[in-house]
Structure formats: structure tokens, C-alpha cells
């Protein structure tokens, strides 16, 4: 258990730097609390209740009487373990100066502010591999953007794959010392157009101007949107003033959580979680999750624009958008597109890629493998994933025209 002796520490970040040989793992998990034992310990009265004792008692009832004591998470003071952290996502950027801005990493998931951090790091081996991990880094600031900040989402259950409208409302509790803040950041888990699906955004009940200084934009990987304002610092004036994102979003996994971050503009890299809870009195979910149907493909919705286009360098119709969604994967997993003659020739395959739940889409400029203009004709366009139900396709018809 690791004290970084505040209670006031906001987490940011977390990067490694290792080696995850074929067919190895390493699995890196994280909680956060306020006391210095995520454990608490009971005993039984003679009532029956199990009631909280200090750990000294507990050990000497344990010696004597092991069925009349126990031990349990304080979920009071602890987080639970996150999920697993992607170890692709977290890999340290060796190129970039250590000094340098963390501009690599991923964002640590478990709740701030909090004084304690525990790690969990298990490595899994092979017969004759064993991967291996160098350093691991953390990113935090001691003076927290906000007191607690904590969001909900609704709805909290859709019926289908199709854009839904959601409503992301988040609430600040600020008090002296905190540093505020003038940016909100939500992981909507695939592409957002801020433009058209970005509908509105109120600060403290009023709108604000999407079109001029606080134009929404997208994130670098094109995962999440990122929403500005005027800066929450005063607790007097800014204490609990809710921030409303309504925006139309996909969920291609169940019970994707629409993670958030709030953070300043001029420290992009110092940004503090937002915890599930409740956040307004309108929506009864309290969390930031939202559910699914269950069944169905995990490759769905491959759509192919245009049908036809013509490659000939001339700046129009010289490409297409070979678009597909993956459902409710919670590892990413390698994802193939190739085109093929209607022969049976392979004529490209474009970049492989490794991918979780989310939509995509890869364009193809009508060359081979080596970099030939494909005849005209017809072509298919083929996407493959490999997944634990073994390989799952999904076949489109395009069409090369000069």
C-alpha cells in the first residue's frame, strides 16, 4: 500500500515500460482509499452481529476462535480492484524525454482523491516465455481539480446498437485549495461527431455557445469528446453548478462505462476522475455505465461508401470507407480487412490492426500490395476478427471504375 501522505491526491495517469512476449500477460490493477488498511476486521458479539474491531483484537480472537471473527473489504474507505489496465495502452513512449509531458499512458481508473494507492501486477508465462516489466510511473497532482467530482449517464439501458441520446450530467464539489477547472472529458468508447452529435451542453442550468470559443472537440484517439466552459474555481459562486452534455452516441459493449475526467486547460495532462454517484436528482441510475442486449455478432454493421469509387488521383471519389462495428469485446483482438478479386486473388491487405468493442473504419485507395492500381471490376471487401469463438467474418461488394 503505497501513502502519498494527502488525502487531497487526484490520480491522473499510469505508464509502464516491459515486455509481453506472444502468448504471456501482465495484468496491472489498481484501488485507491483513506485509511491505511483497505481491510476491516469484525467480530462476532454476543448478539451474533459481526461487529468492527481493531486488527490487534481480531488476531488474538483469530488464534482462539477462528469462526468468531472475520475480514472484508472496507468499501467505506476502498475502492474495489479495477479492471485489468490494457498493457498496449499503458506502454511508456521510450522516444519521448523522460521530463517530457505525458502525452503516452492511460488513465489511471480507480477514484481520487484519496491519500492510499495499491497496486496489483501479475505476470503470466508460457512454457518458455515470461514477460517482463521495467518501470511503472504514476501521474497525480496534490492539488485536486475539485473537493469530489462525481457524474451519471442516462439512460443507463438501450435496446439496440443504433446511436442513442444520452445525458451525462456531472457535479463538482469545490472548496479553498482546490485549483478548478475548464474542461470535461468523457471516453464515449468510439467516434462522436462534436458537430452533429453534440447537442447541447449547460453549465449551472444556462447553455453555452457550441459554434465559437467553446466549440466541442474530439479526443486524439477518437474515443471520447471533450467539452469546455468557463472555469469552476469559486466555491462560493461554482459549488455543485452541474455540467449537462447531452450528445448521440453508439454502445457496443455491455455495460461500457462512459468514464470522465475533468481537468485545466493550461495542465491537459493533470486530470481528475469523475466517480459514479448521484449526480442530479432527475435520473435514478447513479452510475456511469449503460447496458445492452445480449447475443448477436460481434462483427456487425460492415457498411462500404461509396459502392463505387474511381482511384485515378484526381482529389474526388479517389478512396473508400470500409466501416465496420465490434461488439462487446473486453480484450482487444487482432481484426484483419483484405480486398479480393472475385478469382480468389488477394489483392490487398490493408494495415492489421488490434481492436476491443468500438466502430472503425479503414479506407482503401484502390492499389495492390505493391502499390498497383487495381483493374477495374468488381471486389470484396472482407473483415476478419479473431475471437475466443473462433474467426468471425463480414463480406462487402465494391466496385473500381475509371
Excluded: C, M
Aim: proline share 7%; net charge negative.
Amino acid at each position: 500500500i503505497l501513502d502519498f501522505g494527502d488525502p487531497g491526491v487526484a490520480w491522473s495517469k499510469i505508464r509502464w515500460k516491459g515486455k509481453q512476449p506472444a502468448g504471456t500477460q501482465i495484468r496491472v490493477r489498481t484501488r485507491t482509499g483513506n485509511t491505511p488498511s483497505p481491510d476491516k476486521f469484525l467480530e462476532r458479539s454476543i448478539t451474533g452481529k459481526f461487529l468492527p474491531v481493531d486488527f490487534e483484537d481480531y488476531q488474538k480472537e483469530f488464534v482462539v476462535a477462528p469462526d468468531q471473527v472475520k475480514r472484508a473489504v472496507d468499501t467505506d474507505n476502498w475502492s474495489f480492484w479495477s479492471a485489468a489496465y490494457d498493457f498496449a495502452s499503458g506502454e511508456r513512449d521510450v522516444e519521448a524525454p523522460t521530463a517530457a509531458t505525458w502525452t503516452d499512458g492511460t488513465p489511471l481508473l480507480s477514484p481520487g482523491p484519496s491519500r492510499y494507492l495499491q497496486l496489483e501486477i501479475v505476470l503470466l508465462a508460457t512454457h518458455d516465455q515470461t514477460p517482463r516489466l521495467d518501470e511503472l510511473s504514476l501521474l497525480f497532482s496534490e492539488v485536486p481539480a475539485a473537493e469530489e467530482v462525481i457524474g451519471e449517464i442516462w439512460p443507463i439501458e438501450v435496446d439496440s446498437f443504433e446511436p442513442h441520446l444520452f445525458t451525462y450530467v456531472v457535479k463538482p464539489t469545490l472548496s479553498e485549495g482546490n485549483g478548478g477547472f475548464d474542461r470535461l472529458e468523457i471516453f464515449t468508447g468510439g467516434p462522436v461527431d462534436p458537430e452533429n452529435e453534440i447537442h447541447s451542453v449547460r453549465v449551472g442550468g444556462e447553455g453555452i455557445d457550441l459554434i465559437g470559443q467553446f466549440r466541442p472537440q474530439k479526443t486524439l484517439n477518437d474515443d471520447g469528446i471533450i467539452i469546455s466552459f468557463d472555469p469552476l474555481r469559486d466555491p462560493q459562486q461554482d459549488n455543485e453548478k452541474r455540467i449537462e452534455v447531452e450528445f448521440s452516441a453508439r454502445v457496443l459493449r455491455f455495460g461500457t462505462e462512459f468514464s470522465g475526467w475533468v481537468y485545466d486547460s493550461s495542465e491537459p495532462d493533470l486530470r481528475q476522475s469523475v466517480n459514479p454517484g448521484n449526480a442530479t436528482v432527475r435520473f435514478v441510475g447513479d452510475v456511469l455505465t449503460v447496458r445492452t442486449p445480449t447475443g448477436g455478432d460481434l462483427l456487425e454493421r460492415l457498411e462500404i461508401r461509396p459502392r463505387a469509387f474511381t482511384p485515378n488521383g484526381d482529389g474526388i471519389n479517389d478512396e473508400v470507407a470500409i466501416s465496420f462495428d465490434i461488439r462487446d469485446l473486453t480484450q482487444a483482438r487482432p481484426v484483419e480487412v483484405q480486398i479480393w478479386a472475385l478469382d480468389g486473388r488477394r489483392v490487398r491487405q490493408l494495415a492489421p490492426a488490434v481492436s476491443a468493442s468500438g466502430h472503425f473504419t479503414r479506407r482503401w485507395d484502390g492499389r495492390d500490395d505493391v502499390g498497383r492500381l487495381a483493374p477495374p471490376g468488381v471486389y470484396l471487401a472482407q473483415v476478419e476478427l479473431e475471437s475466443d469463438e473462433g474467426r468471425k467474418r463480414a463480406t462487402g461488394v465494391v466496385r473500381v471504375a475509371y
